[in-house]
């Protein structure tokens, strides 16, 4: 398996220095952020269309920075353009997302991902939260279930700083 990008520490421990990314976008009709994700799947069609279906439908709330084919590609990507959100294919060629969750999670402990796939089952769940990942969601139903997830997972924040009485 490729090693990710990053350093091993002494102890044997892996850390990866967060590189900046682009300033947030503003959404311009309210002033507010914009969720800036990234796309990873290995069928270049779908990633075409799972950027379009968000940028026609959901141009107000997210902007997608970036897309990648491969899990290696995707951790390349994620240092330069540092994505809130990753929404990341399960079976991928090589690298897959499944592999590919546990080590964004230690790369980019605060960035959220959704994993999208077409075996969308209890098993792939609790697969996906075990390695990390904030959601599954699936192909299928992706046109109703998505942005309620990605809402979803990016409040997650927001209700653990309100929990705690930040």
Do not use: W
């Amino acid at each position: 398996m490729p090693r990710p990008f990053g350093f091993l520490k002494p102890e044997g421990s892996f850390f990866a220095p967060r590189m900046l990314g682009a300033a947030p976008a503003l959404n311009r009709s309210n002033g507010r952020h914009k969720i800036s994700v990234m796309l990873v799947d290995d069928e270049t069609t779908f990633l075409r269309i799972e950027t379009l279906f968000l940028e026609t439908h959901y141009r107000n709330e997210v902007n997608v920075v970036g897309t990648a084919n491969t899990g290696e590609e995707c951790l390349a990507k994620a240092q330069l353009l540092a994505p809130e959100l990753i929404l990341i294919d399960l079976n991928m060629p090589g690298l897959s997302g499944l592999q590919t969750i546990p080590l964004l999670r230690i790369m980019f402990p605060e960035t959220r991902i959704i994993a999208l796939t077409l075996n969308d089952g209890e098993n792939s769940r609790r697969a996906v939260l075990a390695a990390g990942g904030n959601e599954l969601v699936s192909k299928a139903t992706m046109s109703t279930d998505l942005m309620p997830a990605i809402r979803r997972v990016m409040r997650q924040d927001q209700l653990t700083l309100q929990f705690a009485g930040v």
